[in-house]
């Protein structure tokens, strides 16, 4: 009998995953139109709602929406919806615009433009690739000075104490790493020169001083209102209709409001939609021979090439190279929203999602196939089926209620473990075999407490920026929320056990 309650949960879940591959995944094995694709997918993928704008050689052929926000209002193709780090990309062609304008250098001191901006140790990527070769000493401040082009090319170490006023509580989540091996070891072995989003709110307040204006009134006098943009906007306090985010609980919505401070309007508080994000799509893959006057229709190609020479990133782009076709993208996630932009330049086609719901296997995950299997549909006829997401969450869901509920039956049985465990005791002659139990029961709340305390911190080294709960809850509540129940109700069994144990032996 006590073996069955041991593997009943195991039982339970080799149960649910059995009946999931069994029951049929009714639609198309594979899609030869966007239109089937998306409507699809968006049942498939466990998504709560977004929207999607195709556009190419210079007009938008394909927009649609899915789903409903945080509210249970529908989604449609105009409704404004957060950019998160998306924004990048629009405050990188406000950068270049302002460059092509000169009321900027992009290769003078920041310090020209942010005489008060404190002193701090950041350092070139070359810098630290130097001391990596030569295993040097430890990392001195930066001799030469750090200039719009380095912040914005993403190469500069920016873990420095002096710079936590422009930090803020929104932090983005980048999107496009498909390969898990890479993501770890780029974030752990450059000494954080990761893709901080704290690079464009220092821009963003250079642009303000070089521009004598707010970055929302430059960013709309130089790109949306000559591009016909008017749904988007920087100062989200002067849209209406605003989607509400959502987050994700195993398959469950639930509303999750965003409120970006100002200061990070150039990194993750762009207000768009996929309507608009396609008109700018469609003039920077395709521009009609009479531009706008601030970013000419003859310059507009270097939006999407390097910053620096042998990089990988543009003014807010991401730069792959795939056989000689290059799919430039940019992506993430905040609190209630991700995104996925991308175009491929060679073919003057780009794509926009935004959705309603935040987190990182959204922004990491969901969008970025659904962008690699548009990708496929418009360039080679077709896609095959993506793998459906909403039943490994289904699937993950039910186990993790049988562990969790087989913790708290454990608990609520800790008297009569405690008794067998004392029976067991008194009649074995080996004192490792009578005390093996409780050094395993005692070590077990020790490991659990220091995971529990440890976890942010250690992902924190993962991402490369320091985390509280608050962050990994807005990376995935699901998971996030079934590590701190599933450690916590481990240590409180554990507890009861050994409270039993001292209970019963003083009679």
């Known amino acids: 009998m006590r073996l069955f309650r041991k593997i009943l949960p195991w039982l339970i879940v080799a149960l649910t995953i059995a009946l999931a591959l069994y029951i049929p995944d009714i639609g198309p094995e594979k899609y030869t139109n966007l239109e089937t694709l998306f409507s699809n997918e968006a049942k498939r993928q466990a998504n709560a709602g977004f929207s999607v704008a195709v556009a190419q050689n210079g007009r938008i052929i394909y927009q649609q929406s899915f789903g409903k926000d945080g509210s249970g209002q529908l989604i449609s193709y105009d409704t404004p919806m957060y950019l998160g780090p998306s924004s990048e990309i629009l405050s990188g062609a406000l950068l270049y615009s302002m460059a092509i304008q000169k009321k900027l250098s992009l290769d003078v001191d920041v310090k020209e433009y942010l005489p008060d901006l404190p002193p701090f140790s950041v350092r070139s990527l070359r810098q630290v690739e130097a001391m990596d070769k030569a295993a040097a000493v430890s990392a001195q401040p930066e001799a030469n000075p750090i200039t719009l082009r380095m912040l914005a090319s993403h190469t500069v170490n920016l873990n ?9 509580q ?20 450059n000494r954080g020169t990761t893709r901080s989003r704290l690079v464009y709110r220092i821009i963003g307040l250079a642009m303000e001083k070089a521009g ?74 395709s521009p009609p021979a009479r ?16 910053l620096l020479p042998g ?60 962008a690699t299997a548009a990708e496929k549909v418009l360039f080679e006829g077709s896609s095959p089926r993506l793998f459906p997401l909403e039943r490994l969450m289904v699937i993950a869901a039910i186990a993790s209620m049988v562990f969790i509920l087989s913790l708290f039956l454990q608990t609520a049985t800790a008297h009569s473990w405690a008794r067998v465990f004392l029976e067991h005791q008194e009649g074995s002659t080996s004192f490792l075999a009578r005390n093996f139990v409780l050094i395993r029961t005692v070590s077990g709340i020790a490991a659990r407490g220091f995971v529990v305390v440890a976890a942010p911190l250690f992902i924190g080294k993962v991402v490369g920026r320091n985390l509280v709960y608050h962050d990994l809850l807005v990376m995935d509540p699901g998971a996030a929320s079934f590590f701190i129940i599933l450690f916590a109700a481990g240590i409180i069994r554990n507890l009861a056990r050994i409270t039993w144990i001292f209970h019963l032996k003083r009679g």
């Open 212 to 285: 004598n204006a707010s970055f929302n009134e430059l960013l709309e006098s130089n790109i949306l209102i000559p591009l016909g943009m008017h749904a988007t906007t920087a100062d989200p306090e002067s849209l209406r209709g605003i989607a509400v985010g959502a987050g994700f609980f195993f398959g469950l919505s639930f509303p999750y409001s965003s409120q970006v401070p100002e200061i990070a309007a150039p990194a993750d508080g762009i207000v768009t939609t996929a309507n608009d994000i396609a008109k700018f799509l469609a003039y920077i893959t």
């Open 170 to 189: 929104v932090s983005g989540l980048e999107a496009g790493e498909f390969n898990p091996e890479q993501f770890i070891r780029s974030r752990i072995a």
């Open 311 to 370: 990089g990988d990133t543009g003014f807010g782009w991401r730069i792959a190279d795939y056989s000689g076709n290059r799919s430039v993208y940019q992506g993430g996630s905040i609190e209630g929203f991700s995104s996925r932009v991308v175009i491929w330049p060679e073919r003057n086609t780009g794509i926009a999602i935004l959705s309603s719901q935040g987190g990182v296997i959204q922004s990491n995950i969901v969008l970025p196939l659904l």
């Open 291 to 306: 531009g706008i006057p601030a970013l000419p229709a003859s310059s507009v190609t270097a939006l999407y090439q390097p």
């Open 160 to 168: 420095d104490p002096a710079l936590a006023r422009f930090a803020s």
